[in-house]
């Protein structure tokens, strides 16, 4: 079967409603009567509540009720575990999981204390002065080793030490082979927390109708159905009472699918007590405290190699910086852990981390999910043991890719499905003889030359990486053809400017023989659709897209089954397009697929037993595991020596995702990665003082990459089809923010000659300037 | 509750007048008061364009202006620019040149432009960039958002 739409640069669906102003946004939701909550968050990053005095803003003109943990009674529960431990031998884990609102004591600054329900949310944020905590504050733990140490002060006193979680993970015998070395790199590795820093911040609209018993929610959440039925089961209503709406969303990044939320739990409560539907939108500021961070890890790390750059093996223990609670469970280090391996041959790898607790917002998956870590570990002793051995960087990558005729590589350690980590495909040499070619590597030292003979400071960074995607559980998929001829494709995934309402229909488009313009497709609302997962890890395109794919087959079975019984014709003798069936060569002998649809549910006769109404079908795709994607990024930037400010002159992407749905939004995905890569490299950084304040909770002072700060970005693609799935495809919404970090601290080394060794990121040119002071 | 003052002015040409705390954000009149939910606000103070409209003509944060400071202005936000389903050339440019992902910041970078694109209808890269750089997007890097801009002064030449 010819494609027509899948693979093609299809112009998007959805962008005439976006570009209008007319896409409806979780604040946009207006409704009669509807009330307005703000949140009393903690000033403190470690205290005791001795009190809470509500009474002030009670007394506000405006303010509707002030909840806190003591009205919730027996609905006060710690909020979920979203992620348990995965299956790994004598792994330790203390569930800690935070609270829909602060009864006994605060963790981090930003905790939910209270709500106040007002008319405005100008009133909401008026009253949160009214109210009046009573802390006592604690000593403060936020550096990593600190607290570990005996002396430390405890976020839980239950527990003898801030000790979130203890794994070890091993292949083979790293000391052995550490004997046989001819170059041992030891280095101790920083990379800092972050912010996702989506342009919409979080929001929550809870409408309780009390007569239909019905509860919606709208949420910027990339999961609506794990919320609906967290809250059904919390609230004690049937999961068909409780309809969660993830409408456009203004970007997600991951922090939107850590659920629940306090404010997620809170709001549906609120809005039955206050029987008025409530709204809640986070802030700016506010976002930088109560939506998730991701990245603090600290990393004592050694690369063994032989004498032709080969690895024999590597040993790497990490600190991780789990925040105040651990609900994601070990999603991050996990990542870090396993995609430290990259794409090289690792014989012997022993891996071992300590989550830790500390006063300081959640981490939970941000683009990349802890393989930034991974990577950054890899690449920068990969470098460093190169210069030592006297090997070209690109020369001893190559060396160590794994072999294209070694797969599917079994790396035998667990990865974040639950699954042993193995590669499904890869081919990895080509794309770094592309990239090579792109960037220009063979003339750079030349370039490089006559540029420093100008006073001008150039650096070439080539690295590579593996993307593990499209891991499961499952989604689901519904495919319907209309009586008028229109087909609606429905998922229970989400949709935050991926693109999911083209790359679907191009799928389905193909199956059905229907424009991709005359497909309308369904994400997050679980009215629509009751089992799913959620958007998250680089999935939607792989799980989703592959359940689309099932469905619109089964779809095309019915269409040509009944197709063939209506035009008397066998079904090999019909064709699907354009939104008809005809019998080939006979084009009169031809029925329109609304036509069929009617058909196939008549008024008079019978469904035969055995058979469904209509041409519909639903299809489910579950992998056994993830697919591997990878890819390697090169850039050629200039250091001004004086200030330390950088400029990118050439940056080059070349990725394997397999079989590309849409090149056109496969590329707008890398270059956002890599944008969100480089505000995580070079301009990105929080700040915190030792009371555990964040000192830059605002975009004056917490620097996002403008577009005098993103450079143009060449990609080159490579198409290594994954065999786990029957379209081929792999994910690739994470693949550019990965590598960019050990991407700077190689090119910038180069810049300056290695009169500075880079073992941290975010750099900066304040930074740079103390590092070349020091060194 | 503060007394109420009476402001008037027109949003898209079409005329409003309403009673508003002088508190009140003029992002927040558009958005609630008026249901134009096509401003989006990202930040409230000022730093990443999202909620960027014209006053008079010219590219304002509507999150650092009180609906009251826009009284007798004319103003026009993103709802503004298509006629009916036509949309205007700069919004179809984004269309094909795949400028947007979530479209969240759009509406600002819409609005920026406009006023832009008046008094530069032949911009280069470098001054296309330098034009973009006071709004914020996180999903596309900008470099669709580039193409989008380069595509929608040819268009709008005619």
Known sequence: ?775 | MTDLISISFKVNGVQYKKDVEPRMLLSDFLRHELDLTGTHVGCEHGVCGSCTILMDGEAVRSCLIFAAQADGCELTTVEGLAQGDKLHPLQEAFREAHGLQCGYCTPGFLMTLIPFLKENPNPNEAEIRDALSGNLCRCTGYQNIVKAVELGAKKMKG
């Open chain 1, 1 to 775: 079967m010819t494609t027509q739409f899948f693979g093609e640069r299809i112009l998007r669906n959805e962008d005439p409603q976006l570009l209008t102003g007319n896409a409806l946004f979780v604040d946009d939701v207006h409704l009669p009567n509807m009330a307005h909550a703000a949140f009393v968050r903690s000033v403190y990053a470690h205290a005791k509540i001795k009190s809470i005095d509500v009474s002030a803003a009670l007394q506000r003109e405006g303010v509707i009720a002030v909840f806190t943990a003591a009205d919730m009674g027996d609905y006060w529960q710690p909020c979920p575990l979203v992620v348990p431990p995965p299956p790994i031998k004598d792994l330790k884990f203390n569930e800690r999981t935070q609270l829909p609102l602060v009864k006994d004591k605060v963790r981090h600054v930003g905790e939910a204390i209270a709500v106040i329900i007002a008319e405005s949310r100008y009133i909401a944020e008026d009253a949160i002065a009214d109210v009046y905590v009573d802390y006592e504050p604690l000593p403060v733990v936020m550096d990593l080793e600190k607290a570990l140490k005996p002396d430390a002060p405890l976020l839980f006193e239950e527990l003898k030490d801030n000790v979130a979680a203890h794994v070890i993970q091993q292949k083979g015998d790293y000391a052995t082979a550490k004997t046989k070395a001819a170059v041992v790199v030891k280095k101790k590795f920083f990379y800092d927390r972050g912010v996702a820093a989506a342009m919409e911040n979080r929001g929550i609209v809870a409408q309780w109708d009390r007569r239909a018993q019905q509860m919606t929610v709208w949420d910027t959440t990339q999961a609506p159905i794990p919320i609906r039925n967290g809250l059904a089961a919390r609230l004690g209503l049937s999961a068909h009472q409780v309809r969660v709406v993830a409408p456009y969303l203004g970007g997600g990044f991951g922090p939107k699918v850590m659920m629940l939320y306090p404010e997620e739990v809170v709001l549906p409560w609120a809005a039955i007590k206050v029987n008025r539907p409530v709204k809640w939108i986070e802030d700016r500021q506010e976002n930088f405290f109560a939506t998730s961070h991701e990245r603090f890890q600290t990393h004592t790390s050694e690369i063994a190699l032989a004498s032709d750059g080969k690895i024999l093996g590597v040993r790497d223990v990490f600190l991780h910086d789990s925040g105040a609670y651990d609900p994601y469970g070990l999603t991050v280090p996990i990542n870090s852990q396993c995609t430290l391996l990259g794409p090289y041959l690792v014989p012997n790898y022993y891996s071992e981390f300590t989550a830790v607790f500390t006063n300081r917002t959640i981490v939970t998956p941000y683009r990349g999910a802890g393989r930034q870590h991974g990577v950054f570990v890899m690449e920068r002793l990969l470098d460093m043991g190169a210069r030592e051995l006297g090997i070209d960087r690109a020369e001893i990558r190559k060396r160590n890719f794994i072999p294209p005729d070694q797969f599917p590589h079994n790396h035998e350690i667990i990865y974040q499905d639950f699954a042993p980590l193995t590669y499904d495909s890869g081919n990895y040499a080509p794309a770094l003889e592309k990239a090579k070619k792109m960037i220009g590597y063979d003339s750079f030292p030349a370039e490089q030359k006559r540029a420093r003979a100008e006073g001008k400071h150039l650096g070439l960074g080539i690295v590579s990486y593996v993307e593990g995607t499209g891991i499961g559980p499952y989604e689901g998929a519904r495919v319907t053809i209309g009586t008028n001829g229109k087909v609606s494709v429905v998922t229970g995934v989400g949709t935050q400017g991926q693109g999911h309402f083209t790359s679907f229909a191009q799928i389905v488009a193909d199956q059905i023989g229907v424009d991709v313009r005359d497909i309308s497709v369904v994400t997050g609302d679980t009215a629509e659709f009751h089992w799913g997962a959620g958007t998250f890890a680089s999935r939607g395109a792989v799980v989703a897209g592959n359940a689309c794919y099932a469905a619109g087959q089964m779809v095309r079975s019915k269409i040509l089954k009944l197709a063939g019984e209506v035009l008397e014709a066998p079904e090999s003798d019909l064709e699907i397009a354009d939104g008809k069936v005809t019998v080939k060569g006979q084009p009169d002998s031809s029925i329109t697929l609304g036509d069929l649809a009617g058909r196939a549910n008549p008024m008079r006769g019978a469904v035969k037993p055995g058979t469904k109404p209509g041409l519909e079908a639903t299809a489910y795709f579950g992998p056994s595991s993830g697919t591997t994607a990878s890819g390697v990024h090169a850039m050629i930037l200039e250091v001004d020596p004086e200030t330390m400010l950088v400029k990118i002159n050439k940056y080059v992407v070349v990725h394997d995702c397999g079989k590309m749905i849409n090149p056109m939004i496969v590329e707008g995905q890398v270059h956002g990665g890599v944008a969100q890569g480089i505000g995580n490299a070079f301009y990105e950084q929080l700040f915190y003082d030792d009371n555990g304040q964040l000192l830059n909770a605002s975009f004056m002072d917490y620097l996002l990459p403008t577009a005098n700060d993103v450079p143009h970005i060449d990609i080159g693609h490579e198409e290594t089809l994954s065999p786990l799935n029957p379209m081929g495809v792999k994910g690739v919404g994470e693949a550019g923010a990965i590598p960019v970090g050990a991407l700077f601290a190689q090119a910038i080394e180069d810049a300056l000659e290695h009169k500075v060794e880079i073992l941290e990121i975010p750099l900066s040119p304040n930074r740079l300037f103390e590092l070349m002071e020091k060194q």
